[in-house]
């Protein structure tokens, strides 16, 4: 394929893939552009609202359980054995005559100390049955009137309560209800577990001080599994802090505590919002919701990353989208350039067999039924209306040339005609029998070559014999004047020959160079072959050619009456016509030397 | 054209390749669970120290995403007993094995064959005579050592006789530890006059103990240098009657030793991160068995708690480990 060509196709082609890719890729990147912030910031959005929602109900959770916890603590703290028991030892005894002036406990001590400390046990026992998250359950009023749980439980003997944080925070607290932090339960002997302790003051009825406590320590099993079953994404968490942002829960509690992970909880309560958002490569959403009941703080962790995960899907997937709209739009594009250049190109190929001629070749295939199609259909009706147009004209030209041919033919010479009968009329008038004879048969063979109008060419053979008829007619006309000799070589008799072209050159010799000359002349015809030519020489011996009138031998005026009326103009014009440029006439002359014409002919040739 | 075409096309298909692996690398960014085989010297869930470390290696390995197998000899002194589990472990043909070598020499060749067999091998706690491991999480012991001499340093004046309660002698961590209680007492070094031997035993720390008070009836500080030695001193000396008398400062926190503090016989102790430990351990294994960045040695970390700072809530924290039940061994 002509780099020419390669050129103007691949610029059609070019423009529509860069069309399309131009088209697809902004449209793809647009996308992008204007999608993805915008599905970053719904990504934060949303877990920022699932993280609030998920705090609200884990708030929601915890105030409805300490609720519970709070209302059985009354429940308990309400019940009037619970300070008879723990004061017990104040107003029994000898203190009993104290409290004889109140007759609404007149007959309160009248029950065996024995007698509530069953009933208040029984009382605990059926609770801590009932609830397994209850770590520990118990009534105090100092290091001897006491009981936990079961009442088998002791007081820790190097443990004053009231030095304990939880204590004293609680009796002082407005209500006489207060809930603790996380904190290890070092009152109840042996225990040491870490708990959260609600505690409400119970009142000596007598003072109405506050100097009992009940307290209900709750273990972590509600609180953790609260926290863990509220997914915050694969790897996120809930925590939870105290008003003082002491940590009530954490699921790394331990790692927290021993300081081997930090938690970002100065800024949960100092951020003044209901989120933010930490920096880092492990970028994370903290979402708060504060307890108005219990004053603790829920906090939703989610990390960045795993949210952003869906954010990265996206963006993968259009990525792979993009890709995917670019490669068939780069394959489309192809397709539909090579559906509009092959054909072109077919076109143009075709073009440059018509323009050499090979018009066999030119016709397209045309499969398409588009536009193109009918450009194809155009073209190959047009290829076969001007292959028509040039078969008629090269038909019309043979004919024409026939017909010329025809026209340039030389006929026998009337006056020759009448000349040659006048001759033998006279010889025979003369008894010349043997010669009339001789003269009517060469006549005859003549007439025979000339009249057969069917053949355009004949042998050599025939060719020489006749102008052999012609010189021995001449012969005897003028006797002694003319000599002539003809020879033709061997191998060639059979050669094609376009009929009549030697006679008119053998009359011109007679006439032009033998008849002028004093005495004899002599006419030679020769016939051989030269190469892939064959050469055929008329010589004469007569007064020959000026310079001038060599160079206007081929004239086409030049018409002489004597002559039989085709000149050599005609016999050069056939002989061009029929072989070509090639072939032809070529005269040599001299004064009063005589002239040589050499006809070349191709040597073989067929008709 | 169609060589161009054809090009194209390549370089289309060679970007969507990439993309596809970039898409499998990401979603295989997605941690597959490894498994971990971890050896303690004992799992004893009355022991605070070995189920605190349990906890930790637990809560690591749901953390990241371990498949943990934790398996024990029945005794701390049973050695053999942990080198069968250790064989064991290796034909388990784990992504890595964590050991608490029993024993310094007697777990050595053992280890040895997890470190034949190309297993990544994580010392916690305790290693071996051999560098073997690849990781090792233990408390520094020199460190905690400097931690009783700095208590020590409180509680003594000029002239009072320091005598030193140790566990097992040439052991590294005795060795340690005492190294760090003499560099951090720094001249009153001088006042240690007796360093005694317990043998990780209450009965044997008990009876050196009751000799040296013996030895040295005007002793004014005794350290302790584990669990065995501290719990063994204490009774010795409330069985003289004498714990008013003598400052005593302990090591790691079990129940007793709390008590002991709260009681005011001690009247410190330093204390060991054993939920550190554990977690730590199965941790560097994970970040060894995936080829992330991990540390040949970490201290895992100890603490000094006073009778009076013992009710803060700081001090709280190193001494009961806060251990969510799903962690519990």
């Not at chain 1, 489309?332 to 067999?353: Q, V």
């Not at chain 1, 050599?568 to 002239?595: C, I, P």
């Not at chain 2, 637990?58 to 398996?71: F, G, P, S, T």
């Given at each position: 394929?002509?780099?020419?060509?390669?050129?103007?196709?691949?610029?059609?082609?070019?423009?529509?893939?860069?069309?399309?890719?131009?088209?697809?890729?902004?449209?793809?990147?647009?996308?992008?552009?204007?999608?993805?912030?915008?599905?970053?910031?719904?990504?934060?959005?949303?877990?920022?609202?699932?993280g609030l929602?998920v705090n609200g109900l884990i708030n929601d959770e915890i105030d409805s359980y300490i609720a519970y916890m709070e209302?059985?603590a009354?429940?308990?703290?309400?019940?009037?054995?619970?300070?008879?028991?723990?004061?017990?030892?104040?107003?029994?005894?000898?203190?009993?005559?104290?409290?004889?002036?109140?007759?609404?406990?007149?007959?309160?001590?009248?029950?065996?100390?024995?007698?509530?400390?069953?009933?208040?046990?029984?009382?605990?026992?059926?609770?801590?049955?009932?609830?397994?998250d209850?770590a520990n359950?118990?009534?105090i009023?100092?290091?001897?009137?006491?009981?936990?749980?079961?009442?088998?439980?002791?007081?820790?003997?190097?443990i004053s309560p009231d030095t304990l944080h939880w204590v004293r925070e609680t009796k002082q607290a407005v209500g006489g209800v207060s809930l603790s932090a996380s904190h290890v339960q070092n009152l109840?002997?042996?225990d040491y577990r870490w708990v959260i302790t609600l505690s409400r003051v119970?009142?000596?009825?007598?003072?109405?001080?506050r100097?009992?406590l009940f307290f209900i320590d709750l273990n972590y099993d509600t609180i953790s599994?609260l926290c863990e079953?509220s997914?915050m994404?694969?790897?996120?968490y809930v925590f939870i802090l105290d008003a003082a942002g002491n940590v009530i829960y954490h699921p790394k509690q331990q790692l927290l505590y021993t300081g081997l992970i930090e938690e970002e909880i100065d800024k949960v309560l100092s951020c003044g919002e209901d989120y933010f958002?930490t920096?880092?490569?492990?970028?994370c959403?903290y979402t708060m919701s504060v307890s108005d009941k219990t004053g603790w703080t829920v906090v939703g962790v989610?990390?960045?990353?795993?949210?952003?995960?869906?954010?990265?899907?996206?963006?993968?997937?259009?990525?792979?989208?993009?890709?995917?709209?670019?490669?068939?739009?780069?394959?489309?594009?192809?397709?539909?350039?090579?559906?509009?250049?092959?054909?072109?190109?077919?076109?143009?190929?075709?073009?440059?067999?018509?323009?050499?001629?090979?018009?066999?070749?030119?016709?397209?295939?045309?499969?398409?039924?588009?536009?193109?199609?009918?450009?194809?259909?155009?073209?190959?009706?047009?290829?076969?209306?001007?292959?028509?147009?040039?078969?008629?004209?090269?038909?019309?030209?043979?004919?024409?040339?026939?017909?010329?041919?025809?026209?340039?033919?030389?006929?026998?010479?009337?006056?020759?005609?009448?000349?040659?009968?006048?001759?033998?009329?006279?010889?025979?008038?003369?008894?010349?029998?043997?010669?009339?004879?001789?003269?009517?048969?060469?006549?005859?063979?003549?007439?025979?070559?000339?009249?057969?109008?069917?053949?355009?060419?004949?042998?050599?053979?025939?060719?020489?014999?006749?102008?052999?008829?012609?010189?021995?007619?001449?012969?005897?006309?003028?006797?002694?004047?003319?000599?002539?000799?003809?020879?033709?070589?061997?191998?060639?008799?059979?050669?094609?020959?376009?009929?009549?072209?030697?006679?008119?050159?053998?009359?011109?010799?007679?006439?032009?160079?033998?008849?002028?000359?004093?005495?004899?002349?002599?006419?030679?015809?020769?016939?051989?072959?030269?190469?892939?030519?064959?050469?055929?020489?008329?010589?004469?011996?007569?007064?020959?050619?000026?310079?001038?009138?060599?160079?206007?031998?081929?004239?086409?005026?030049?018409?002489?009456?004597?002559?039989?009326?085709?000149?050599?103009?005609?016999?050069?014009?056939?002989?061009?016509?029929?072989?070509?440029?090639?072939?032809?006439?070529?005269?040599?002359?001299?004064?009063?030397?005589?002239?040589?014409?050499?006809?070349?002919?191709?040597?073989?040739?067929?008709? | 054209?169609?060589?161009?075409?054809?090009?194209?096309?390549?370089?289309?298909?060679?970007?969507?390749?990439?993309?596809?692996?970039?898409?499998?690398?990401?979603?295989?960014?997605?941690?597959?669970?490894?498994?971990?085989?971890?050896?303690?010297?004992?799992?004893?869930?009355?022991?605070?120290?070995?189920?605190?470390?349990?906890?930790?290696?637990?809560?690591?390995?749901?953390?990241?995403?371990?498949?943990?197998?934790?398996?024990?000899?029945?005794?701390?002194?049973?050695?053999?007993?942990?080198?069968?589990?250790?064989?064991?472990?290796?034909?388990?043909?784990?992504?890595?094995?964590?050991?608490?070598?029993?024993?310094?020499?007697?777990?050595?060749?053992?280890?040895?064959?997890?470190?034949?067999?190309?297993?990544?091998?994580?010392?916690?706690?305790?290693?071996?005579?051999?560098?073997?491991?690849?990781?090792?999480?233990?408390?520094?012991?020199?460190?905690?050592?400097?931690?009783?001499?700095?208590?020590?340093?409180?509680?003594?004046?000029?002239?009072?006789?320091?005598?030193?309660?140790?566990?097992?002698?040439?052991?590294?961590?005795?060795?340690?530890?005492?190294?760090?209680?003499?560099?951090?007492?720094?001249?009153?070094?001088?006042?240690?006059?007796?360093?005694?031997?317990?043998?990780?035993?209450?009965?044997?720390?008990?009876?050196?103990?009751?000799?040296?008070?013996?030895?040295?009836?005007?002793?004014?500080?005794?350290?302790?240098?584990?669990?065995?030695?501290?719990?063994?001193?204490?009774?010795?000396?409330?069985?003289?009657?004498?714990?008013?008398?003598?400052?005593?400062?302990?090591?790691?926190?079990?129940?007793?030793?709390?008590?002991?503090?709260?009681?005011?016989?001690?009247?410190?102790?330093?204390?060991?991160?054993?939920?550190?430990?554990?977690?730590?351990?199965?941790?560097?294994?994970?970040?060894?068995?995936?080829?992330?960045?991990?540390?040949?040695?970490?201290?895992?970390?100890?603490a000094?708690i006073t009778?009076e700072n013992m009710q803060e809530p700081e001090s709280q924290k190193l001494l009961f480990p806060f251990i969510q039940?799903?962690?519990?061994?």
């Amino acid at each position: 394929m002509a780099k020419h060509n390669f050129l103007s196709s691949v610029s059609i082609k070019k423009s529509i893939m860069q069309s399309f890719l131009v088209l697809v890729i902004s449209t793809v990147v647009s996308f992008l552009v204007v999608s993805l912030p915008s599905t970053s910031h719904a990504v934060i959005r949303n877990s920022i609202d699932y993280g609030l929602r998920v705090n609200g109900l884990i708030n929601d959770e915890i105030d409805s359980y300490i609720a519970y916890m709070e209302n059985i603590a009354t429940f308990v703290a309400e019940d009037e054995d619970i300070p008879r028991y723990l004061f017990y030892s104040l107003y029994a005894g000898e203190n009993k005559d104290k409290i004889l002036g109140n007759s609404n406990y007149s007959a309160v001590y009248d029950i065996d100390r024995e007698s509530l400390f069953i009933r208040i046990t029984d009382q605990f026992r059926v609770l801590m049955r009932s609830r397994t998250d209850i770590a520990n359950i118990g009534i105090i009023y100092d290091e001897e009137n006491y009981i936990f749980n079961d009442g088998a439980d002791r007081i820790n003997p190097n443990i004053s309560p009231d030095t304990l944080h939880w204590v004293r925070e609680t009796k002082q607290a407005v209500g006489g209800v207060s809930l603790s932090a996380s904190h290890v339960q070092n009152l109840v002997a042996d225990d040491y577990r870490w708990v959260i302790t609600l505690s409400r003051v119970i009142r000596n009825p007598y003072t109405n001080e506050r100097q009992g406590l009940f307290f209900i320590d709750l273990n972590y099993d509600t609180i953790s599994n609260l926290c863990e079953k509220s997914a915050m994404g694969e790897y996120g968490y809930v925590f939870i802090l105290d008003a003082a942002g002491n940590v009530i829960y954490h699921p790394k509690q331990q790692l927290l505590y021993t300081g081997l992970i930090e938690e970002e909880i100065d800024k949960v309560l100092s951020c003044g919002e209901d989120y933010f958002i930490t920096d880092g490569r492990d970028g994370c959403l903290y979402t708060m919701s504060v307890s108005d009941k219990t004053g603790w703080t829920v906090v939703g962790v989610s990390y960045l990353d795993e949210m952003m995960e869906t954010r990265r899907w996206i963006t993968w997937t259009f990525f792979l989208t993009a890709v995917v709209l670019v490669s068939v739009a780069v394959l489309l594009s192809g397709f539909l350039a090579d559906r509009i250049t092959l054909p072109i190109l077919k076109l143009r190929e075709s073009m440059r067999e018509v323009e050499k001629g090979n018009f066999e070749k030119a016709s397209v295939v045309v499969t398409e039924k588009n536009e193109i199609g009918s450009l194809g259909n155009s073209f190959n009706l047009m290829t076969r209306k001007i292959q028509e147009l040039m078969a008629q004209n090269v038909e019309e030209q043979k004919e024409k040339r026939k017909i010329e041919l025809r026209a340039l033919q030389s006929q026998i010479n009337p006056h020759f005609l009448y000349n040659t009968l006048d001759s033998i009329i006279w010889m025979a008038e003369s008894g010349e029998n043997e010669e009339v004879v001789q003269m009517t048969a060469a006549l005859a063979t003549m007439m025979r070559q000339s009249f057969n109008n069917k053949a355009e060419i004949v042998s050599l053979e025939a060719e020489i014999e006749h102008v052999e008829s012609y010189l021995m007619i001449q012969k005897m006309r003028y006797m002694d004047k003319l000599n002539f000799s003809v020879s033709l070589e061997e191998g060639i008799r059979e050669c094609p020959i376009v009929k009549l072209v030697l006679q008119p050159l053998v009359e011109n010799a007679i006439y032009h160079g033998i008849r002028y000359k004093n005495g004899s002349g002599t006419v030679r015809v020769s016939a051989k072959r030269e190469g892939e030519e064959i050469h055929i020489t008329v010589e004469d011996d007569g007064v020959g050619m000026s310079e001038q009138a060599l160079q206007h031998i081929f004239d086409e005026h030049k018409v002489n009456y004597n002559s039989n009326g085709v000149g050599v103009y005609n016999v050069e014009r056939r002989l061009k016509l029929y072989y070509g440029n090639a072939y032809g006439l070529f005269y040599e002359s001299e004064r009063n030397r005589g002239t040589r014409v050499l006809m070349k002919i191709p040597g073989g040739m067929e008709s | 054209m169609k060589k161009r075409m054809r090009e194209a096309l390549i370089i289309i298909l060679l970007g969507c390749i990439g993309l596809l692996w970039g898409w499998t690398a990401y979603v295989q960014d997605r941690e597959e669970p490894i498994d971990v085989i971890y050896i303690p010297k004992i799992i004893d869930d009355t022991n605070e120290f070995w189920s605190s470390l349990l906890a930790g290696a637990k809560m690591a390995a749901q953390e990241y995403n371990v498949n943990l197998r934790i398996v024990a000899a029945e005794s701390e002194l049973d050695y053999e007993g942990q080198n069968e589990w250790i064989l064991w472990a290796v034909e388990q043909k784990p992504d890595a094995i964590m050991i608490s070598a029993c024993d310094y020499n007697g777990t050595l060749t053992a280890a040895r064959k997890v470190k034949e067999s190309g297993i990544p091998l994580i010392f916690v706690d305790s290693n071996v005579e051999e560098p073997l491991e690849d990781c090792m999480v233990s408390t520094d012991n020199f460190i905690a050592g400097t931690r009783l001499g700095e208590l020590a340093k409180q509680m003594i004046s000029d002239g009072t006789k320091i005598a030193v309660v140790s566990h097992v002698k040439n052991s590294s961590t005795a060795k340690e530890r005492m190294d760090g209680i003499a560099y951090a007492l720094d001249e009153s070094a001088g006042q240690i006059v007796q360093v005694v031997y317990g043998d990780s035993d209450y009965a044997q720390a008990q009876r050196v103990t009751s000799e040296l008070l013996n030895d040295y009836p005007d002793i004014g500080l005794i350290i302790a240098t584990n669990e065995y030695s501290a719990v063994g001193a204490v009774r010795a000396v409330k069985n003289a009657g004498r714990q008013n008398e003598i400052a005593m400062i302990g090591f790691d926190n079990s129940i007793e030793q709390v008590q002991f503090l709260e009681e005011g016989i001690l009247d410190g102790i330093v204390v060991q991160k054993s939920f550190n430990m554990g977690y730590l351990g199965v941790q560097q294994a994970a970040a060894i068995v995936r080829g992330e960045p991990y540390q040949r040695y970490i201290d895992s970390g100890s603490a000094a708690i006073t009778v009076e700072n013992m009710q803060e809530p700081e001090s709280q924290k190193l001494l009961f480990p806060f251990i969510q039940e799903e962690y519990q061994y």
